[in-house]
C-alpha cells in the first residue's frame, strides 16, 4: 500500500532543472551495481529491521529490499524528482510509503517516535551532518538504532585523498553538495549515541572519490 501524498511542505531543498533529473536517472541505472557493491554491509547493518523506518534522502529507493515485507517507510526526500521512481519502487516492495518533502535537518516527526533511522550514501550531502544526526536522536527512542552506509574521506596522504581534493568541485555540483571529503566516522562518534560500531572498508569502482566507506550501527 503506498501512501503517494507528501505530509509536509518543502523546505529550503533547492531544486535543480539539470541536476535533478540527472541525478534520479543516475542513481535508477547505477542501481544494481551500487547494489552489488554495498549488499554485504547493508545485509549487515539492515538486518531486522522494524517495521516502522525512518530513511533520510531515500532516493529512489534503494533500501527498500531490506524492510520487512508490509512495513513502513517514513522517507524524508526533498528532491521531487526523485519521488515518482521512490512511489513505484515502494509499490513493487510491498512497502508502504510516507512521504516527507522535509529536510533532514528538520524532520517533523516527534521527539523519542522512532525505532530505527537508516541512511546510504546521504550524509555526504547534507548542509549540516552534526545538526542531522542531532535530529536523529532527538526522534530515536531510547536504546533504537540508527544504521547507515557512507562513503567518507580518505586517509590522509593517499592518492584516493589527493583524488577527492582535486575533484570535490565538481563532484559536488553535480552530485547535488556530496562531498567526498567529510569524516563522517567522526562526526558519528562524537553525536552522543549511547554505542557505535563503525567498520571501515574500501569498494572497488571507477569512481575513485566514492571507494572510501563506513557502514555501522549507532545506538540512542
Known amino acids: 500500500m503506498i501512501d503517494a501524498t507528501p505530509t509536509s511542505a518543502p523546505t529550503a531543498f533547492e531544486l535543480h532543472r ?37 530513511e533520510i534522502g531515500p532516493g529512489v529507493g534503494a533500501n527498500l529490499p531490506y524492510l520487512p515485507p508490509g512495513g513502513t517507510l517514513v522517507a524524508l526526500e526533498p528532491n521531487r524528482h526523485m519521488h515518482s521512481p521512490l512511489r513505484s519502487a515502494a509499490h513493487r516492495h510491498g512497502v508502504r510509503l510516507e512521504l516527507h518533502e522535509s529536510m533532514a535537518e528538520r524532520s517533523g516527526l516527534p521527539d523519542h517516535s522512532v525505532d530505527a533511522v537508516i541512511s546510504s550514501l546521504v550524509l555526504c550531502s547534507v548542509d549540516e551532518p552534526a545538526e542531522v544526526l542531532a535530529e536523529i536522536r532527538r526522534i530515536l527512542r531510547p536504546g533504537a538504532t540508527f544504521r547507515f552506509v557512507e562513503h567518507v574521506e580518505a586517509g590522509h596522504g593517499t592518492f584516493t585523498r589527493a583524488a577527492q581534493r582535486a575533484l570535490r568541485r565538481p563532484w559536488a555540483w553535480v552530485f547535488e553538495g556530496c562531498s567526498c571529503e567529510r569524516d563522517l566516522e567522526q562526526s558519528i562518534r562524537a553525536a552522543g549515541f549511547e554505542t557505535v560500531d563503525i567498520e571501515r572498508y574500501r569498494v572497488h569502482s571507477p569512481f575513485l572519490p566514492f571507494n572510501t566507506h563506513i557502514a555501522g550501527i549507532a545506538r540512542a
Open 18 to 54: 539539470g541536476r535533478g533529473p540527472f541525478n534520479a536517472a543516475f542513481f535508477r541505472v547505477m542501481g544494481p551495481y551500487l547494489q552489488r557493491t554495498l549488499r554485504p554491509r547493508k545485509q549487515r547493518v539492515f538486518a531486522d529491521l522494524p517495521a516502522r523506518v525512518v
